[in-house]
């Protein structure tokens, strides 16, 4: 079901207005720089200023992104290895500075909880040390978000979606809501719940952008500018996520932003580059790595192994598919029975989540310590995953760690903590393609003369299982997300192997036709739909074009609010007291502006006025009047058909009225109507009858998606 029920939640930016403010700004600077000869060199610094004020808030955001990002991984790193023990050296340090100096050795001074509490091992003193903590700081975590900043749940990625695209959610980008993710972001990662910190990553760096930006005048009046700037901090949110600068600018870029034009493209590289930098300076994890699973690989594939890659893209998109519809039934369920009970929820899920994660090997390490793990190329016979005789051992406990992960992930995500899905598919798909890789392995051992390994050269590594669990993580990260150009190229920043693009690309495509046949669009468009955000964008043609070709020509008539239905303002023939009692009724029903028509008989339409602007303008007013004597006092908006006002002059609110409105016709297709909107941006476009003059109604972006997601919630039934 397609929710529509949030819509009057948000407000509608009018990206055609705020161009118009923009440039109305950009002429007046000119006019004073070429009147004034006295000013010359003022004027110039302004400029100056003006153009590189720009730059610097994307480099305070990018610095400020990156060592945001490089807190939250050590904070993460220490409570993920607090769960385990402590180090007898220092509490603040967690096992791999405990052990620097004795990695590959039994470390005495990093002491498990049960010799720390009883000097001996006991075994269910460890396991149940881990389940105590690990609900503690998931409990912790859901406790802060619900009392402090409950839009800090989540990923944020929907709703970024929903911004990007042109709608405004009060307090999303924050400064209260940053802190309450970063610290909350750092218990649920370490609480071992099956999330990530990349898709919150995003959000946290957009609230960067906008808590710095909006200092700056430049971008407090102008939505567009301050949309390049959300732009390129998602980019760069993105990239210190994965280490992955051009990664995350092409991720921003397919997915996030619906309008991404080259100087936004530009900024958001910098941002980006910025950030990543930043990150590299802080050095978290003291690798010289900007996140744990950063890998190499010295080793070229095979064409046989294409048939292995078709596998692991199938998993990919099966995996993506069925994660996707089982998350949003789960999610369902949630607001339905738990919206209430969201603590005890994420309480009762990190007890279950731990108490069998610390069964299994796999699941019981850090995600980000497990990818390393798995990514990286065996170099001698030691360990579970490279000892040839432990294969066995190996491939039931990646397959029992795919399915518990894939379980712990379906009920997480959307939990009411900050949380994250690209590592934890990225895990997924990265054990399950280790798996495969050392059934891959195996099976040449077994039958080293099959035709199937021909190409295999004798007393050669033929097999790489790593390179699979890298091909795997990228799989499910595109099954779930639907992204496909920024996945290669964000695997490829982590490993560097050029080598192994076309794989790469073999196996997200199959994920990506596999993907798409289960569900339509990503886990980020589905929930948009099931939590009801208002998010219109150009895939919104096609869905058109689907009804279309299964019923009939949708038009704007169709879908548009009739004139019947619409507050309507006549040019002249209002007096105050009138146009406050409408001001007063559009306000409870969520109207923010209104048709300037020339009488409401002949209904000729002028212009658009905004609401906000009309009350702005009469509070003036009601500061010099008396309310009792000139509540009668007539408002004009435009000239009008009715006899001039002989006695008292009236409240002119002319220049108020927008006087080039976008006008369509009721015949035209709305598939024309929404690429207006996409690309354009305007508010509303009002609907005029076929001589261009009298109103018929008006259409505005809530009003194309409801009437949308009607249609659809009506054909699924």
Not at 273 to 283: C, D, G, P, Y
Request: glycine letters at 8%.
């Amino acid at each position: 079901m397609k929710s529509t029920a949030r819509f009057d939640e948000f407000s509608t930016v009018d990206w055609m207005e705020d161009s118009a403010r923009e440039r109305t700004r950009q002429n007046k600077r000119l006019a004073t720089e070429m009147s004034s000869a006295a000013g010359t060199l003022s004027n110039r610094l302004c400029a100056l200023y003006d153009s590189l004020v720009s730059w610097l808030v994307l480099l305070v955001v990018g610095i400020l992104i990156g060592v945001n990002t490089a807190f939250i991984s050590i904070v993460t790193e220490w409570l993920s290895g607090l769960k385990l023990g402590m180090c007898a050296n220092g509490w603040w340090l967690n096992q791999k500075f405990c052990c620097w100096e004795e990695p590959d050795s039994g470390c005495a001074r990093w002491r498990g909880w049960d010799h720390a509490a009883f000097g001996t091992d006991l075994g269910f003193v460890r396991w149940l040390s881990y389940v105590f903590l690990g609900t503690a700081m998931a409990t912790c975590c859901a406790y802060l978000v619900k009392q402090y900043a409950p839009l800090a749940a989540g990923s944020g990625l929907p709703e970024i979606k929903a911004i990007l695209g042109g709608f405004v959610i009060k307090g999303f980008m924050g400064g209260w809501t940053l802190l309450m993710k970063s610290v909350g972001l750092a218990l649920a990662v370490a609480s071992g719940l099956s999330v990530g910190k990349e898709g919150p990553a995003v959000h946290m760096g957009c609230c960067v952008g906008n808590v710095v930006s909006r200092n700056f005048a430049k971008y407090r009046r102008s939505a567009a500018r301050q949309r390049e700037v959300v732009s390129a901090a998602a980019a760069a949110g993105v990239a210190v996520a994965f280490g992955a600068p051009i990664g995350g600018v092409l991720f921003s870029l397919e997915d996030l932003s619906s309008r991404f034009p080259r100087k936004t493209l530009w900024r958001s590289f910098f941002c980006a580059l910025i950030a990543t930098v930043s990150l590299q300076a802080m050095n978290p994890f003291w690798t010289g790595k900007l996140v744990m699973f950063q890998t190499t690989y010295d080793r070229d594939w095979r064409f046989f192994e294409t048939v292995f890659f078709v596998v692991i893209g199938a998993f990919g998109g099966v995996y993506g598919g069925l994660c996707i519809r089982f998350n949003l039934r789960v999610a369902a369920l949630r607001k339905r029975y738990l919206a209430n009970r969201v603590v005890q929820e994420v309480a009762v899920l990190a007890a279950v989540t731990t108490a069998v994660a610390y069964a299994n090997r796999f699941t019981k390490q850090d995600m980000g310590e497990l990818l390393g793990m798995l990514l990286q190329e065996c170099k001698d016979s030691s360990g579970v995953l490279c000892a040839p005789d432990r294969a066995n051992e190996a491939i039931w406990a990646l397959l029992w760690a795919t399915l518990i992960r894939i379980c712990g992930t379906v009920l997480a995500y959307g939990c009411r903590v900050p949380c994250g899905i690209f590592v934890p598919s990225m895990a997924i798909g990265a054990t399950f393609g280790r798996m495969l890789g050392a059934i891959a392995q195996e099976m040449h051992r077994a039958y080293p003369k099959w035709s199937l390994f021909s190409q295999c050269l004798p007393d050669t590594p033929c097999i790489t299982p790593a390179t699979y669990a890298f091909l795997g993580a990228a799989a499910a990260m595109c099954g779930v997300t639907k992204v496909t150009v920024a996945v290669v190229v964000i695997m490829y920043e982590l490993t560097g192997a050029l080598n192994f693009i076309v794989p790469t690309m073999i196996v997200v495509m199959v994920a990506r036709i596999i993907g798409d046949a289960i569900v339509d669009g990503g886990i980020s468009e589905q929930l948009i739909l099931l939590n009801g955000l208002p998010f219109l964008d150009e895939g919104e043609i096609e869905q058109i074009n689907e009804i279309s070709e299964a019923s009939m020509h949708v038009s704007v008539a169709a879908i548009m609010r009739s004139v019947d239905d619409v507050f309507v303002l006549p040019a002249v023939g209002l007096s105050l007291d009138e146009l406050s009692a409408i001001l007063a009724d559009s306000a409870r029903q969520g109207i923010r502006g209104f048709p300037v028509v020339d009488n409401l008989h002949d209904m000729r339409v002028i212009g658009y006025v905004l609401r906000e602007g009309i009350v702005r303008a009469l509070d003036t007013v009601h500061a010099g009047c008396d309310l009792e004597r000139d509540r009668e006092l007539p408002v004009v908006f435009g000239a009008g058909s009715l006899e001039e006002f002989r006695q008292r002059a009236p409240v002119n609110l002319t220049e108020l009225v927008s006087t080039s409105p976008v006008t369509v016709r009721p015949q035209l297709s709305a598939e024309t109507a929404v690429e207006i909107f996409c690309k354009l941006g305007p508010r509303v476009i009002l609907v005029t009858g076929e001589d261009g003059g009298y109103l018929m109604g008006l259409l505005t972006r809530k009003d194309v998606l409801r009437q949308l997601r009607a249609i659809h919630n009506n054909s699924d039934i």
